[in-house]
């Protein structure tokens, strides 16, 4: 495995860092004050338009797709440091179109849209003129086992109707989001994995019904936001349907695939912007008599984190290099291993710079305490930790018998 760099991506690793340094790192806090004028979930931040006009003409756009029709061409491991540059800030994924669920669900209309699904929705979600969420989880049933949901997608003519209530919607809140991708099952009766099916709903649809977006540890998100959303006799027409009846499941596992990778990039670039921001601080103060930098346990703290930062880092690498080479199914247990090891490296880093700016540390007036609330959820969305560990622990066994 050779995880060096190629001249092109080191070019782009440097236009992108030329980019974060110039536009993204000095408008965060203009942002957030834009942000905080106005009713939440029903405006957009100015200056985020504007920087995404900024990376179109840099080409720093779609760099996510590794296919060069739609995107940079990248491959994982190509896209992989890019990715990671994004993480060290809340808002630059979403001005490189590469955002999720945005992504995810590009990645789908690639895929297995049809040609007049891609015209429709694809085209505006590669051009970032509309945002896009993904409809899955729900809250009576477990859904951390994907055929266990129950929302119905039923053939009525020439049209499919929608019955259920998903959450955790995430990028539903926003006022751009235009369309869901929608999970239901569309025949109980056929084989476990065969009975979901995927479709496409406008969500100016009638039925469709948006009740509350979720609060993650008392961070609204928005604009983007996390919606409980009830489809209520919600009807579309048959073509909307992705790939085909009881292709969901096979559609989730080929969609979970990148974007479980994509989250563990960004989750290592967010640990190494708290690894720099502690090491910044604690050159800075002092306590009982010596600059806070001297004092052994935060020495401990910051060997610590830059050696799970760079243990994660190789494991990710691994993974892409893996789904590069032989293919994502082949690379499943390495992207179900990175799934558990990165959020839970990140979010012991981020704790400790936490500690290491005191009190300042909890507040607002730093990104710490978002990006560990934001990481957190990471232990579970895409598959909590235990069903990875599960899937882990079953290809390793699979070894030895």
Not at 10 to 25: A, G, P, W
Not at 180 to 185: D, F, P, R, S, T
Request: proline fraction near 5%; hydrophobic fraction near 40%.
């Amino acid at each position: 495995m050779n995880f060096e760099y190629t001249e092109k991506v080191q070019e782009l690793q440097k236009k992108l860092n030329d980019f974060m340094d110039e536009f993204i790192y000095p408008n965060e806090s203009l942002y957030e004050e834009q942000l905080s004028k106005a009713e939440r979930f029903t405006y957009v931040p100015p200056i985020i338009e504007e920087l995404k006009e900024k990376a179109k003409e840099k080409g720093l756009w779609n760099l996510f797709l590794p296919e060069s029709e739609y995107g940079a061409g990248l491959t994982n491991i190509e896209y992989a440091p890019l990715c990671e540059i994004m993480g060290r800030s809340s808002i630059a994924p979403e001005v490189f179109n590469c955002a999720a669920p945005d992504t995810g669900n590009m990645e789908v209309l690639v895929r297995y849209g049809s040609k007049e699904q891609k015209e429709k929705w694809l085209d505006p979600l590669l051009n970032g003129k509309i945002r896009s969420c993904f409809s899955m989880t729900e809250p009576d049933v477990a859904s951390s086992d994907a055929t266990n949901i129950n929302t119905s997608i039923v053939r009525d003519g020439n049209d499919y109707v929608i019955n259920g209530t998903k959450w955790w919607s995430s990028g539903a809140g926003d006022p751009r989001c235009e369309i869901a991708i929608v999970m239901g099952k569309s025949d109980p009766n056929a084989p476990k994995h065969e009975q979901q099916s995927m479709i496409l709903v406008p969500l100016d649809t009638e039925g469709v019904h948006m009740k509350r977006t979720l609060p993650v540890f008392g961070y609204d998100h928005a604009p983007h936001g996390h919606a409980e959303i009830e489809y209520n006799n919600v009807r579309v027409p048959a073509e909307n349907l992705l790939w085909g009846e009881g292709k969901g499941f096979a559609i989730a596992q080929g969609r979970l695939g990148p974007g479980r990778i994509h989250h563990c990039m960004r989750t290592i670039g967010a640990a190494e912007q708290a690894l720099e921001d502690m090491c910044k601080r604690v050159s800075e103060r002092e306590a009982f008599g010596k600059k806070l930098a001297e004092q052994g346990v935060i020495r401990e703290w910051i060997a610590d984190s830059r050696i799970e930062i760079d243990q994660a880092r190789l494991l990710t690498l691994k993974a892409a290099y893996m789904m590069d080479t032989v293919g994502n199914k082949e690379a499943k247990a390495e992207i179900a291993m990175i799934k558990v090891v990165a959020p839970n490296m990140a979010l012991k880093v981020i704790d400790r710079a936490i500690q290491a700016f005191g009190a300042a540390g909890v507040s607002n007036d730093f990104s710490l305490a978002a990006k560990w609330a934001n990481i957190r959820t990471l232990r579970l969305a895409d598959g909590p930790d235990e069903v990875h560990r599960r899937a882990v622990a079953k290809y390793e066994l699979r070894k030895h018998q």
